[in-house]
């Protein structure tokens, strides 16, 4: 089920992209032909319609559960029917909390899809007005900020509650659920940037930063990542020792998601092979050559919704910098590379010293 939900996630996501391409191709025709243009737009009219309107509700639900619930009775039902009453009631309270910075968010989105704001935008990253794949990605930029509001706005402690309550999964089906959850971002930053659509294989290679210069591209990942991991994790270490950056729900939420694949050398392999090309190929491939470094560097950031807003946060925020930055001098091949072996020798600390 785990498996079929994750492929249901990324396959609408996938086909609007593409259907974007197409409508770009299609604009670009002579005659322009503007059908697919128009059911583009239409589809993210409805998304932030949709998005609307469940905040709305969101919040009128909340409002009435903390104005008129018998939340001891309520309390009562919950354990009844095997649920934890803390964590459904805490839910429920934070309901006109998430529903407004989902209204906001959705508002947001819908002025994305406005050519002014699109124009001004476009002033200070490089895309194109008229281009629909970069709406689309402006779109799915706002997507992450929903995440991220879900579950910041549903509280930290809440979600760790949540998840921690759940059944363990146990390593191996773990693994596989990475993955396919990175098979999945790949495959949407090929479709992304074109390809089946307006580019040819070699040519989607290209767009992404897939190109090879030997075994430097080996060498200087390996040497970057490694370099990243001497800095960033004694800062880390430090800002604990110091009593920053520690918090528990972060922690709790951190060994629920990941602690399991750090239990085995396939695991740490696999956290650090898998979220490299799933993440390089759409961040960096795909992303930073319209949204350029530093955004998205802070969209990269903020995806870690596990780590709410914190230091965690920040520290990932340095380490997509100086994967831009390889991007840029080099190519997404190398910061696949450096991402990798960052990612492995932390799961490898993890993994010796746990």
Known sequence: MAYLSIIALFLPLIFLLWLANVADKRRNA?????????LVYVLLGLVWGTLLAVAVFAVLMGVAYVRYADIDALSAQYSAQGLNPEVVVQFMKSLPRLGSGLFVLAVVGIALLLR?????????????????????????????????????????????????????TPSGRMIALLWLQNVMLALMAFIGVGWLSRRRWRSALLRLGLTWSGW??????????????????PLSLLLEKIGLGVDPNIENLTEKLIGPLMTSLPGVISLGVAAALGEELTYRGALQPRFGIFLTALLFALTHNQYGVSL???????????????????????????????????????????
């Open 30 to 38: 002579t005659p322009a032909k503007r059908d697919v243009v128009i």
């Open 116 to 168: 002014p704001v699109r124009r001004l935008l476009a002033r200070l990253i490089p895309i194109s007005v008229h281009r629909v794949t970069h709406t689309v990605a402006l779109t799915y930029s706002v997507f992450i900020l929903v995440n991220l509001w879900l579950v910041m706005g549903v509280g930290l402690e809440t979600v760790a509650d949540a998840i921690t309550a759940a059944p363990d």
């Open 312 to 354: 965690a946060t920040l520290v990932v925020f340095f380490l997509g910098l100086a994967l831009g930055w390889t991007r840029v001098r080099y190519n997404t091949t190398t910061s696949i590379f450096l991402h990798a072996t960052y990612n492995i020798a932390i799961g490898l600390a993890a993994f010796l010293f746990h």
């Open 216 to 233: 430097k591209n080996v060498s200087l990942g390996i040497g970057l990542g490694l370099g990243m991991f001497l800095f960033l994790f």
